[in-house]
Nanobody, 127 residues
Framework: VQLVESGGGLVQAGGSLRLSCAAS????????ITWIRQFPGKERELVSC????????YYADSVKGRFTISRDNAKNTAYLQMNSLQPEDTAVYYC?????????????????????WGQGTQVTVSS
């Protein structure tokens, strides 16, 4: 039972990446999905989240208008499309799944606030 992120890498400023978060051993249908990033200084930021319904997604102000979260329950996978990347987006990106109700941004950025937490994928944006 795990979440596996993929799609990270090195990209120049202004470029794009698409992160994937694939679930195995359980179905994502009823889980809220959250993307969290951890900066080199270890601070974590909630980037975006999407409830199980797919409606009312949340974006941090720092990524609003550039990132898009989505989910494909048929593929048991969630995505984070990242456009217009900037050096300050450099971080390890984690996806997490939580079986909760309410607004997704209330869940938090700590692993123990989610039911499942991926291993992370590095995103590096060069200037």
């Amino acid at each position: 039972v795990q979440l596996v992120e993929s799609g990270g890498g090195l990209v120049q400023a202004g470029g794009s990446l698409r992160l994937s978060c694939a679930a195995s051993g359980f179905t994502l249908d009823h889980y809220y999905i959250t993307w969290i990033r951890q900066f080199p200084g270890k601070e974590r930021e909630l980037v975006s989240c999407i409830p199980s319904s797919g409606a009312s997604s949340y974006y941090a102000d720092s990524v609003k208008g550039r990132f898009t979260i989505s989910r494909d329950n048929a593929k048991n996978t969630a995505y984070l499309q990242m456009n217009s990347l900037q050096p300050e987006d450099t971080a390890v990106y984690y996806c997490a799944a939580a079986f909760v109700a309410g607004v997704c941004q209330a869940i938090g950025v700590e692993p123990d606030e989610h039911d499942y937490w991926g291993q992370g994928t590095q995103v590096t944006v060069s200037s």
